[in-house]
């Protein structure tokens, strides 16, 4: 008789031992770790007409996946402290200044523009304005500082009529508050400013606008009568690190935007606390005013001319042109 249980019990073993390496093998399998999304972001935005779009998000009005905490800024050094430091994630600034820290550090991605309308120059009465020609022996007051927008656009017309800004017609920078009151009291003839303080400064018939700044560069770039003065930005290594944050930050503020303009008297009641200008006077600027969410990439156009012209114009102004890393997708 023939004996098999010794070659049964070798083949058990070997399946055995085979079901047990398979069975370690899957036990080492480590599955991959998603990092998590963070629930809250950072986002400054400067004082001014820029409040209204974002009324939306502090109210609580348009919300989305990620809650964004919105804090705001007075001047450029306070929100370049901000960023420099570290102390926000996003931040809502100047196109012109947006690019200039952009080429010192390379750390902000243009991720939309939402402001395309908001300044013009007022003349008091009495006070001549044929063109850019008639502030040659004159000041011009306006608000922040050198190199942002109504400033920008300001020595570009100088230059284009043949004047030297800074010698032929002499620049006062002041807080637009300030400039509205020594406007109202005639102690000065000409001021830049953006609305709502256009409107305040008008108030009793003592000025009137003189020139649309937005027209004015349509004209000279041959584009729509429109500037992109300000957007939304990223800190580079955040948005690397949270993609999709950045692109639900950009539908929140996208969303806000729209319903700012779709409920004016919501947006301007939730912003008095910062922006504390009479509702009448702030209602009556939203229509020399223009607040459009367009993506970086839609708009990436017309912000390269926009800056290669002021360039050409007064390289002071825009030292370095952002290269492509400067705009998002």
Known sequence: MVRRRPLVLKILVIVLMLALLVSGCQKTVTPPVETAQPSESKLINPVGPLVLPVAGIENGAVKGPVTVKV????????????????QTDFAILPVTMAANLYANQKDLLMVGVHEWKVFYLLARQGAQFTDWS??????????????????????????????????????????????????????????????????LAMKDNVGSIVLDY???????????????????????????????????????????TNWCNSNPDAAIEQAKATLPLPPAVIKASLQRTEFKYIPAAQCREEVK????????????????LPDQGFYGE
């Open 71 to 86: 804090s705001y800024w007075k001047s450029n050094d306070e929100a370049i402290g901000l960023i420099a430091g570290n």
């Open 134 to 199: 008639s502030l040659k022996g004159k000041s011009l007051y306006m608000p922040v500082g050198k190199g942002q927008t109504v400033d920008v656009l300001s020595r570009l017309g100088l230059i284009k009529a043949g004047l030297t800004p800074d010698q032929d017609v002499k620049f006062v920078y002041a807080p637009p508050q300030e400039v509205v009151s020594l406007f109202q009291a005639g102690k000065i003839d000409y001021a830049a400013l953006p609305e709502p303080y256009v409107t």
């Open 305 to 320: 001319k926009y800056l290669e012209t002021i360039q050409q114009l007064d390289p002071s102004a825009i030292k370095q």
């Open 214 to 256: 937005q027209e004015y560069w349509g004209k000279v770039a041959g584009v729509e009568p429109r500037v992109p003065i300000a957007g939304l930005f990223v800190k580079k290594d955040y948005a690397v690190k949270n993609p999709q944050v950045v692109k639900e930050v950009a539908q929140l503020l996208a969303d806000a």
